[in-house]
């Protein structure tokens, strides 16, 4: 197996960066949007040979250093029994959950039949790959923010109001939501992922003092929990720049960052004891060649060939995306051989 994404999690020496993309299967795939004329982005998770495929495109189109299973971050809390429908703008929930009455008619979560089909998946993966395969799981936050939002938000002012309410309903989903978590990652590693990541993607949101009080403590309870588990784990979110240091203290071995700040700054914050993921902005993909070439160029120099880099965009590929672009990106970061630089 080619692994130097997962020595680079490790903080290990690597003959070339290594690069995978959010979202690098999906939306801006020919091979997917053709299936989609056949079926539903759910159908197509309770494939388990239909979700592998999906996954396992880039490798022949991009040349990534790692494949991210192909799935919706919304699919775990169908087993506890939130209904919603996945929309071209984002997840759409039929009821949405924002007291302690609602939050006490939701399971559990557990093993189900979609569920049961994303890891049927991974182990289809894991057996075509020559790649490591990366896991994932909405984080608690980003999760209830869909919940409570009903939807995608902007402002997020419905989540912040029950956060800050001062009863027991915050507190309570957001406990359910990390064990759901604990209990999605434990399985996906156990069917053979080699790496998982956190998705916090909305948490750029929030102050400092409420993330440190009010989500922090659940996002550390899931990596505490991952500890025993042996493999790398990635914590992300965007617009975290006035968060990274609390981020980090949060848990993971790599920290995902976004375009809003420079790496080397970013990484100044991190600390030189974690791996840094990113961090180009996705727009990027769609300017000319010498805008691409310069941008690329640049986050390379920030990093400085530190150990741990691991090159990625700074939120998902957009769904307009030229694959070409991102072969290119792909090319021209692995002819780039890292150059060991002073400890961020």
């Known amino acids: 197996m080619?692994?130097?994404f997962l020595k680079a999690c490790r903080r290990e020496p690597v003959d070339t960066t290594p690069v995978w993309f959010m979202r690098q299967a999906g939306r801006s795939q020919p091979q997917y949007l053709a299936l989609r004329q056949r079926h539903t982005l759910i159908d197509i998770c309770m494939r388990?040979?239909?979700?592998?495929?999906?996954?396992?495109?880039?490798?022949?189109?991009?040349?990534?250093?790692?494949?991210?299973m192909f799935a919706d971050i919304m699919l775990p809390v169908k087993s506890m029994g939130v209904a919603f429908e996945l929309a071209d703008g984002g997840p759409r929930i039929g009821r949405p959950v924002r007291t302690a009455e609602d939050v006490q008619a939701l399971r559990r979560f557990q093993i189900d039949e979609l569920t049961a089909s994303v890891l049927e998946a991974i182990r289809l993966v894991r057996a075509a790959s020559p790649v490591p395969v990366i896991g994932f799981s909405p984080a608690p936050f980003t999760l209830a923010s869909y919940l409570i939002e009903g939807g995608p938000s902007r402002d997020y002012v419905l989540t912040k109001q029950v956060m800050v309410a001062g009863d027991r309903a915050w507190d309570m989903l957001m406990d359910l939501l990390t064990d759901m978590a604990i209990g999605y990652l434990r399985a996906q590693i156990a069917?053979?992922?080699h790496a998982v990541q956190l998705f916090d993607s909305w948490v750029g949101c929030l102050h400092p003092e409420d993330y440190r009080r009010k989500v922090a403590p659940y996002s550390r309870r899931i990596f505490e929990a991952l500890a025993s588990a042996g493999v790398p784990t990635i914590h992300f979110g965007t617009g975290t720049g006035g968060l990274l240091e609390d981020l980090t203290a949060a848990g993971g071995d790599v920290i995902g960052v976004d375009w809003r700040i420079d790496l080397d700054a970013a990484w100044r914050q991190v600390g030189p004891a974690k791996g840094i993921q990113g961090n180009l902005d996705p727009a990027v993909l769609l300017a000319n060649d010498e805008v691409l070439r310069d941008r690329v160029a640049l986050i390379l120099r920030q990093a400085a060939g530190r150990p741990g880099h691991i090159f990625n965009l700074g939120h998902g590929v957009l769904p307009q995306t030229d694959r070409a672009r991102l072969r290119q990106v792909v090319d021209v970061v692995h002819a780039a051989r890292p150059v060991a630089g002073e400890p961020a």
């Open 2 to 4: 080619r692994d130097r």
């Open 48 to 68: 388990p040979d239909l979700c592998a495929e999906v996954t396992l495109s880039p490798l022949h189109d991009l040349g990534v250093d790692a494949v991210v």
């Open 191 to 193: 069917a053979g992922v």
